[in-house]
């Protein structure tokens, strides 16, 4: 951060005079506790909890946490019942289509204009949409950034990369770079922050322009092997089976590769910001993400939103808190204090913004990275009622390729299997 900014977690930045709105004070017959589920740590969910109750004296929430792996779970065997006890609910982007088909989610589109109004970036809208209606508020948005390391760059006499989304490095170009990285002594050129995880790894097919690798009218068909993907999957594979990228780690070791100086570049989310500022001997830069060469720009987007179950007897309380953390600048800015993601309420962007303007100076416009990714190049996941069946059987087989079987041999196995189980989704 700046001379002015201490080292923190980003999101807790200049919450005193950042000129956001308050929400007006509800005003209830009587006292309301509704209940919220999430898979979320407490930590994160408090902020905003304790600033929705000081604005709504009439209103107590009580958060329940469960792992993430566990909320699909919680919220079929739940609401899917008729259970009235959960009011309001985290709904994973990805999720929406296959939550709402099921009538798991209350419609929103009695509140489309407040919510277009608060949110203008369509793409962040149809993150939250499902057969033409809205089904949950929008509160975060994701993209990616390339992490580099400058002692080992400098080391290795290689020219930081331009932070200028028009100037990014093409992939074979980046691995040029993390090979002489890596010759210089380094113990690996390259990680992603999520290996084998299809959010993260994506936009890596997008971009080679083998699509999504899912298609038809209802997104229900497999389409994972054709050329374009059998070509990006062996690459992937090959990044492991060459020793540029590490085998034997999970998503939350990745990061520690980084910041003890034992990979030269990593492609994370912005959220690692409050985790490498912490670092103290991390000397790191910022830049877009690469592309493959005749292809194109591609980036992941979508994040959490906030929903209504359907069922709940307290829906106006629901309604307040909900548009609270996601549609009151306030709100929203506090629903970060823990944990940055990136807003997508455009009033409270601008607070966050003005957070990533401080570390400019060090690190580069990662702000001004954001900005045009989450505009230009942002793809989200395919809005599928299959997805979390897709995700599933996808993310096995990038840990198969990762761990050396053949591109062509996993994807067709991936395929069979995916044939099979989307088949049975009427």
């Known amino acids: 951060m700046n001379d002015k900014m201490s080292r923190r977690t980003l999101g807790a930045a200049l919450l005193v005079g950042a000129g956001m709105m308050t929400t007006g004070t509800a005003v209830f017959a009587q006292d309301v506790t509704i209940n919220f589920l999430s898979a979320q740590r407490d930590d994160i969910m408090q902020p905003m909890i304790k600033g929705f109750e000081a604005a709504n004296p009439g209103i107590k929430v009580v958060h329940q946490s469960v792992p993430f792996n566990d909320l699909n779970a919680a919220t079929e065997s739940r609401i899917g019942q008729g259970d009235t006890s959960i009011d309001v609910l985290h709904a994973d982007t990805p999720r929406i289509p296959a939550f709402a088909s099921q009538g798991y989610l209350l419609n929103l589109d009695d509140r489309r204009d407040v919510i277009d109004a608060a949110v203008p970036n369509a793409v962040d809208l149809e993150q939250v949409s499902y057969d033409g209606s809205l089904y949950a508020y929008p509160m975060w948005t994701s993209t990616q950034l390339m992490y580099f390391n400058r002692d080992v760059l400098e080391k290795a006499g290689l020219e930081m990369p331009s932070g200028d989304p028009e100037q990014r490095l093409t992939w074979e170009a980046l691995l040029d770079m993390a090979r002489t990285a890596k010759d210089s002594g380094i113990k690996y050129g390259l990680t992603f922050q999520q290996v084998d995880r299809y959010y993260q790894l994506q936009f890596l097919f997008e971009s080679n322009g083998a699509g999504s690798g899912l298609t038809g009218d209802e997104m229900l068909t497999p389409t994972i092997t054709n050329d374009g993907w059998i070509e990006t999957a062996k690459w992937y594979g090959d990044l492991y089976e060459s020793g540029l990228a590490p085998r034997g780690v999970t998503p939350e070791q990745t990061d520690d590769l980084f910041i003890n100086g034992e990979v030269a570049f ?21 830049a877009p993400v690469p592309y493959f060469e005749g292809g194109k720009p591609v980036t992941p987007t979508g994040s959490w939103s906030v929903a209504i179950n359907p069922n709940s007897e307290k829906k106006d309380a629901a309604r307040a808190f909900a548009e609270y953390i996601s549609l009151d600048p306030e709100g929203a800015y506090l629903s970060i204090k823990n944990n940055p993601n990136i807003l997508v309420n455009a009033e409270a962007f601008k607070n966050y913004s003005a957070d990533m303007d401080g570390l400019t100076d060090k690190i580069g416009s990662a702000i001004d990275i954001i900005s045009y990714e989450t505009k230009n190049t942002a793809v989200g996941r395919p809005r599928s009622r299959g997805f979390v069946t897709f995700e599933t059987i ?25 044939d099979r189980a989307l088949g049975r989704i009427q």
């Open 394 to 418: 996808m993310n096995r087989t990038f840990s198969d390729l990762r761990n050396g079987t053949d591109a062509e041999t996993a994807l067709k196995g991936a395929e069979r299997q995916l």
């Open 266 to 286: 990593m492609i994370a989310g912005p959220w690692a910001i409050a985790r490498y500022e912490n670092a103290a001997d991390l000397n790191y830069g910022v």
